[in-house]
């Protein structure tokens, strides 16, 4: 059975950090890892995904220079740090395993592939 665990939401205020992490398990073959996130009455957002290697990483612009996902071992935990967050971080974030990093944005309709999701972890940013 495939499991995937998302930990490190929390409250933190505006210019804060905050690291999440996300350990799966069940899966028996290398795999990419990443994070969306959510607001209710919003639509899902790709955050950052990184391959199975470790060795490539996609962060949307938001995020860009504020966020760094690691994959210290290159096995199946990955971490998110989240540096000089904003209010607009302000989400439910969801770590996903298997989806190809590729599969994360334009063309993340047209997979059909495995696809495993965390239940979440809030994370709130406070002005």
């Known amino acids: 059975q495939v499991q995937v665990v998302e930990s490190g939401g929390g409250l933190v205020q505006v210019g804060g950090s905050l690291r999440l992490s996300c350990t799966a398990s069940?899966?028996?073959?290398?795999?990419?890892m990443g994070w969306f996130r959510q607001v209710p009455g919003k639509e899902r957002e790709a955050v950052s995904c990184?391959?199975?290697?470790?060795?490539?990483?996609y962060y949307t612009d938001s995020v860009k220079g504020r966020f760094t996902i690691s994959r210290p071992n290159a096995d199946n935990t990955i971490y998110l740090q989240m540096n000089s967050v904003k209010p607009e971080d302000t989400a439910m974030y969801y770590c996903?395993?298997?989806?190809?990093?590729?599969?994360?944005?334009?063309?993340?309709?047209?997979?059909?592939?495995?696809?495993?999701w965390g239940k979440g972890t809030l994370v709130n940013i406070s002005s």
């Open positions: 996903v395993a298997v989806r190809p990093c590729r599969y994360y944005t334009d063309l993340y309709d047209s997979y059909l592939g495995m696809d495993y």
């Open positions: 069940g899966v028996e073959f290398d795999y990419a």
């Open positions: 990184v391959s199975k290697s470790g060795a490539s990483d």
